[in-house]
């Protein structure tokens, strides 16, 4: 059993300053305004304890940028002497941490592990996630766009390196790996002055009072069903393609928002986002193998619910809803897996 | 009102379906989240009691009249004031065919931002909205409330003014911290009814070139934004797009050409 520490909320800002000393520290800031929606997303701590908000439950852009940026460059390439002489980027060996990331972000970059460190190894997303600290914050409600619970996800119990909860006046720390229980022990002297919670028993006390989101409308939940679904085939060929794609706009913010999307593209020495749902995506010499939006649409759900399933026993989605939030015309992930 | 608006449109929805005047209706629908309703066609007379109608209803359907259109059979749609001029041009612009189209003309008090299934204010394009007809329709419901959200001229652009009043090093700051937070999602340029090449000029290039994007967007649709405020609407990380768009309508000045 691992050690709960607890501290007032109160000197969460002495928390956040000691962290950043150790490395840089990047938790849920608020923005400027536009519409009076404050965009809230991981922000280097910058003493600024008025701007962090640890009642968002969703930050604008999900955590994966840290670990997968939106564009690096991964080689240099200099003409010398009619040759290029190629050097790749170095890996980052800095440390960071990364605080108040929920349980649905932490379990996707889970799930981003399974696909950049498996059989073969992206060694700029390994660097870079060896290098981070997660210290997860606890849900304490749910956003009427959240549906972790489809997946078997447990707000209350984020995972992480780090674990930490909200209550009663006070922020609990409790370590969950090697790595968290480091950090802990550098914060050292700070730490020794927080207050040991010799059991664990509060860590559960939350978990009983979230009630999980549930848009299935009364259905079963769709995302179970569909993994009984015996062949991808007969999902691929489904009429229900040919309705569903006409009121998307093709715009790819879902994936971009996505905490598990990880499609790229390489061009010039760098690697950037890219997103199935564009037509230069699968764009060849030849031609298109996905001329129009009804192939591009299907390819990005059939990813998330029936390719990557089979690939790697999970749906590429944690019910972040971000997707919900932010699709410029209401379309998600829910509304596919229902239909289908 | 809204609910009244609904009813109507339901069972005009209906009457069309069954005489065969139309093959499909575009509409919207409740989502699977309360009040996130989303765009959606209804092929089906039974299907009509599903129409949605509330000020939660924010995306504009002109632009799936493209595709819509070129399908077989006449589509009925239901367009806001903003949704109509925005119809509009991509008819000037001979993206969309006249007859293919039934347009009904919605009553509308200003649609409502929304932030975790609750409401937020109005949305900033309706807050400074100054449209109240329907240049293009084929009938109206309830539109006896439309001026209710509807400001003057100088009110709109005063967004423009409080940056242009700025100097430039001020003003240059002000774009580069606003538009470094893009992230080239595309959401803007997709949702835009006026946004509608083939190819996008900008398509795959590369993302680091915020700046170059939404300028030269911004002047792509000098003289045919019809400002209906979708680009800042549905911008994920909240950038005033429409300051840049309505910058542009204030200074521009339709030449006439002698033939």
Redesign the interface.
């Known amino acids: 059993m691992r050690l709960v520490y607890k501290i007032t909320n109160d000197r969460l800002p002495e928390l956040f300053a000691r962290i950043a000393e150790e490395m840089p520290l990047y938790l849920p800031m608020r923005g400027e305004i536009n519409d009076g929606i404050a965009g809230v997303n991981l922000t280097r701590w910058s003493g600024d304890f008025a701007s962090v908000d640890l009642q968002i439950l969703k930050t604008i852009l999900s955590p994966k940028g840290f670990f997968f940026p939106a564009s690096e460059e991964l080689y240099k390439a200099v003409l010398k002497d009619n040759t290029y002489e190629i050097t790749p980027q170095p890996l980052t060996d800095r440390p960071f941490a990364l605080f108040g990331v929920r349980a649905c972000d932490a379990a996707a970059i889970k799930i981003l592990d399974g696909v950049f460190i498996g059989e073969a190894t992206d060694e700029f997303y390994k660097a870079r996630r060896d290098a981070s600290c997660i210290i997860t914050l606890a849900c304490e409600s749910l956003a009427a766009t959240c549906f972790c619970g489809m997946f078997g996800i447990n707000p209350a119990e984020p995972g992480g390196d780090v674990s930490t909860w909200l209550k009663d006046n006070y922020l609990y720390w409790q370590p969950q790996t090697e790595k968290g229980e480091r950090l802990t022990k550098k914060l050292g002297v700070f730490m020794e002055t927080v207050e040991v919670v010799k059991t664990d028993v509060e860590v559960h006390l939350y978990s009983n009072e979230i009630n999980v989101n549930d848009p299935s409308g009364g259905m079963p939940n769709p995302f179970t069903t569909l993994k009984k679904v015996p062949d991808i085939l007969s999902l691929f060929i489904s009429p229900a393609w040919d309705e569903l794609h006409r009121t998307c706009v093709a715009c790819g913010t879902c994936t971009f928002l996505c905490p598990t999307c990880h499609c790229y593209d390489i061009a010039d020495c760098r690697r950037n986002w890219d997103a199935c749902l564009y037509p230069g995506f699968t764009q060849m010499a030849h031609g298109n193998p996905r001329p129009t939006k009804k192939e591009r649409f299907r390819q990005r759900y059939m990813h998330k619910l029936a390719y990557h399933p089979q690939r790697h026993g999970v749906v590429a989605c944690v019910g972040c809803g971000r997707c919900v939030a932010q699709c410029p015309v209401n379309m998600n992930i829910v509304k596919v897996a229902k239909v289908l | 009102m809204p609910q009244e608006i609904n009813k109507k449109m339901r069972s005009r929805a209906r009457e069309m379906l069954a005489s065969g005047e139309v093959t499909q209706v575009l509409a919207w629908e409740a ?11 209804f092929k089906d007379e039974t299907a009509c009691g599903r129409i949605l109608y509330d000020r939660f209803c924010t ?1 504009n359907l002109s ?2 009249m493209i ?1 819509a259109t070129r399908q077989t059979g006449r589509t009925l749609v239901f367009l806001r004031p903003c949704d109509t001029y925005a119809l509009a041009q991509l008819i000037k612009e001979n993206q969309i065919n006249r007859e293919k189209a039934y347009i009904i003309g919605i009553g509308c008090e200003g649609n409502v ?1 929304v ?4 409401e ?2 109005l ?2 394009s309706c807050r400074v909205c100054v449209k109240t007809d329907y240049p293009v329709c084929d009938e109206l419901i309830g539109t006896e409330n439309n001026s209710r959200t509807v400001v003057t001229g100088s009110e709109r652009f005063e967004g423009v003014t409080r940056v242009e009043e700025t100097d430039t090093s001020a003003r240059y700051d002000f774009w580069q ?2 538009l470094s ?1 893009c ?5 803007c ?3 835009c009814p006026t946004c509608h090449c083939k ?1 996008c000029i900008l ?2 290039e ?3 070139e915020k700046q170059f994007f939404h300028i030269i967007r911004a002047y792509h649709q000098n003289g045919r934004c019809t400002d209906c405020g ?1 680009c ?9 797009l429409q300051l840049l768009n309505r910058k542009l309508i204030k200074e521009y000045k339709p030449v006439e050409v002698q033939p």
């Open positions: 989502g699977e989240f309360p009040n996130y309703p989303a765009p959606a066609f995306a632009k799936f595709e931002a932030n975790e299934g609750e937020r204010g949305l900033e911290v606003l937070r992230i080239r999602c595309n959401a340029r997709n949702i190819v398509e795959g590369n993302p680091l979708q800042a609407r549905v911008c994920p990380q909240g950038i005033p």
